[in-house]
């Protein structure tokens, strides 16, 4: 992923729960024949019994891009989080607009998983997202014969995290004064996605009591930041 040193994430526990908070992720094979082969799905971060962590997800049997995840295959898995137009018109001097994003890429090599770490998986993936359900269900609820005559259906697989790189886009290349303005515009849109980001840029770089929000010191400015 091209990711300009200025907005490259490089904090391990940051990355990691970016990753918990944004799991509906993409999945990126190459088939046999060169092409690649994408899914969507949702993919845990989770510890291995090595201490380390892994990714793990699975996928319906009916899709193909199962058979793609034995043998070590490598493959990607694309995390992306909040995303906004940044409209040039929100400087105070004339520049290009721009786009900020938050995003995380995991590389490594899939394997897939026996029946019995398949239901395990299932029971916490499960477990994770029935916590916020008024009347949360569980795997536990349902007798195991029924459950394991529905994993029919899916595979499960494991992928190792032999890289992983994040990109916080969040114009952290504009001085104090524009940055602000740009939260400031972003809130205005009304957009989900903008307010999202706005919280994200505050929390990374909070206004100082003595500083009103839009107002700083002018610096030098690039002319671009693509």
């Known amino acids: 992923m091209y990711t300009p040193k200025t907005f490259q994430e490089t904090d391990r526990d940051t990355l990691f729960q970016f990753i918990r908070d944004n799991s509906f992720a993409l999945l990126i094979s190459t088939g046999n024949d060169g092409i690649p ?43 992306s989080g909040a995303h906004s137009y940044i409209s040039s018109s929100w400087y105070d ?70 890289s992983i790189q994040g990109t916080a886009k969040l114009s952290q290349n504009r001085d104090d004064k524009n940055y602000r303005n740009i939260i400031t515009e972003l809130r205005h849109t009304g957009d989900e996605n903008a307010e999202k980001m706005a919280a994200e840029m505050v929390s990374r770089r909070p206004a100082s009591d003595s500083e009103p929000a839009g107002v700083g010191p002018m610096g030098k400015l690039p002319s671009s930041d693509q």
Not at 46 to 59: E, I, N, R
Not at 96 to 113: D, E, F, I, K, M
Not at 142 to 162: C, I, N, P, Q, W
């Open 37 to 79: 082969v994408a899914t969507h799905l949702p993919i845990e971060l989770l510890p291995s019994t090595d201490g380390q962590f892994h990714l793990v997800g699975h996928l319906a049997k009916a899709n193909p891009h199962w058979k793609l995840l034995t043998g070590q295959t490598p493959a990607l898995a694309v995390f």
């Open 93 to 162: 001097h004339v520049n290009v607009p721009t786009w900020n994003y938050l995003s995380v890429h995991v590389t490594g090599r899939t394997t897939l998983l026996t029946d019995d770490q398949t239901l395990d998986f299932l029971r916490k993936q499960v477990d994770k997202y029935e916590v916020r359900s008024a009347c949360p269900v569980s795997v536990d609820s349902m007798t195991e014969a029924y459950v394991r005559k529905e994993m029919r259906g899916v595979v499960a697989f494991s992928m190792t995290l032999d």
